[in-house]
């Protein structure tokens, strides 16, 4: 059953900051996969963008459930962690979604401006988790 994202924490999920998430996937042999991702919040799910064929990808693709740990760097002991499972993925409009990120997280609307060998090499993947649990801090 899906849950929303409390108010006072959505902020660490919009467009407006800056805050990297961990993102925790399942590996094949069940053990956790965390990594550091760009986030983006469509209202009511968190929106992950990643390349096809990376680990998280197939993680996903095989087991939908997933958590996201967002801290906020300017005051640490506030965070939240949400698990979730994932709703949709699509490859359409994800170029565009990671440039607008690379926007929000390096100030650059060209992604591949970074590394440029990657680009049209790359198949971009848009995954949308809906929350179904959270655990917050309470500071």
């Known amino acids: 059953m899906a849950v929303s994202i409390p108010d006072q924490f959505k902020d660490l999920f919009s467009f ?7 993102l925790v996937t399942v590996l094949p042999n069940g053990q956790p996969h965390a990594t550091p991702v760009w986030v983006d919040y469509d209202g ?22 997933v958590t996201v740990l967002a801290v906020d760097p300017e005051s640490p002991f506030r ?3 949400v698990r979730g499972r994932v ?3 699509t490859e359409e409009g994800a170029l565009e979604h990671i440039n607008r990120m690379s ?3 390096s100030g650059n609307p060209d992604y ?10 790359e198949q971009r993947v848009i995954y949308k988790i809906e929350p179904t649990k959270i655990a917050m801090s309470r500071r």
Not at 16 to 22: A, L
Not at 112 to 121: D, I, N, Q, S
């Open 16 to 22: 407006d900051r800056c805050v990297f998430v961990t």
């Open 79 to 81: 965070w939240i962690e």
């Open 44 to 65: 009511t799910n968190i929106v992950i963008n990643t390349v096809r064929g990376h680990q998280k990808d197939k993680d996903m693709q095989r087991n939908p459930k």
């Open 112 to 121: 591949y401006a970074r590394v440029p060998e990657k680009r049209g090499v």
């Open 103 to 105: 926007q929000k997280y």
């Open 87 to 89: 709703v949709e993925q």
